[in-house]
């Protein structure tokens, strides 16, 4: 006769307080996520991706205003040649 002890009776790795909505894992898988817990890490992917756009954004608008200063100074410059001339 088999008696399942509390080790063997085929709970899942769940069971735990601590584990809520994570199913169980071997010693080298990723946890499985689900509900709010996907939803918070999509959210954050989506604010990391943002934030590379803003950046990106900013980058573009430095770069333009330093080609813009650089054509303010060339007109300055020509404008002091003419009047040597």
Known sequence: MVINSPETDGASDTDSPGQAGVTGQ???SM???RGKDRRRRESAVMDDEAT???RENLVAT????AHLREDSATLREDSATLRED
């Open 26 to 28: 071997g010693k080298d």
């Open 31 to 33: 946890p499985f996520v």
């Open 52 to 54: 590379i756009r803003n």
């Open 62 to 65: 430095r770069e333009d205003a």
